[in-house]
């Protein structure tokens, strides 16, 4: 049987990591990679406030949003998984709005309120959507969870504010359904395949929030 599209290796993806990985293999020890043309990094100042906390950083303006949380704040949570956004797995919450962190750039932020799976709930005081995950083991690995979550917070929110998706039926009336929810969250793989317990899991989390 043949895999989807979505789990298909790029042969071309991977040619190109492995000739990267072997030029970085080859590097004598101490030295550092350098932008093409040995020029320096140019640096910027950001001020972000990420998960309610004002943090200043000086970065590459190369940084991926991304790689400023995960490198730089050591906020691990959000995942690089294609690093293409393809997967979802680097999702987090921009001023409100979901975005791939992973095709982003952090100076593009300056003053934004950003919010990892981090600032979304901590062990003893979960995210309703955390919870609801937990209770329909809306997750296996967990590699793409902290993505699928944040993305699942987004979701109901733009279907709240009536932002229309490509299965939304009626323009002038956006309505929750499972159909809306699957193709909100067609961005985000799971390669574990727990998509129904996943949209299970929104489901309670929009029931309980109408109740």
């Not at 190109?16 to 990679?33: E, K, L, V």
């Not at 998960?51 to 691990?76: C, P, Q, V």
Request: neutral net charge.
């Amino acid at each position: 049987m043949r895999r989807p599209k979505d789990f298909e290796l790029n042969r071309r993806d991977l040619m190109a990591c492995a000739s990267a990985a072997t030029a970085m293999a080859a590097m004598p020890t101490g030295t550092s990679a350098r932008p093409a043309g040995g020029e320096q990094p140019v640096m910027a100042k950001v001020g972000l406030t990420v998960n309610g906390e004002r943090r200043e950083l000086e970065l590459d303006t190369r940084t991926s949003l991304l790689d400023a949380a995960r490198e730089h704040l050591h906020l691990t949570g959000s995942k690089k998984g294609c690093d293409h956004g393809r997967c979802g797995a680097c999702t987090m919450l921009v001023d409100g709005r979901r975005i791939n962190a992973c095709l982003t750039l952090a100076v593009m932020y300056q003053g934004s309120e950003i919010t990892t799976i981090e600032g979304l709930g901590q062990p003893g005081d979960l995210h309703p959507m955390q919870a609801a995950f937990i209770r329909h083991d809306g997750f296996q690995c967990g590699f793409c969870t902290p993505g699928q979550i944040c993305s699942s917070v987004a979701v109901l929110r733009e279907i709240e504010a009536g932002i229309p998706s490509h299965a939304t039926a009626d323009l002038g009336k956006v309505a929750f359904s499972e159909d809306e929810v699957r193709e909100r969250m067609s961005g985000n793989i799971c390669r574990c395949g727990a998509y129904p317990n996943i949209v299970a899991a929104i489901r309670e989390v929009h029931e309980g929030a109408r109740g």
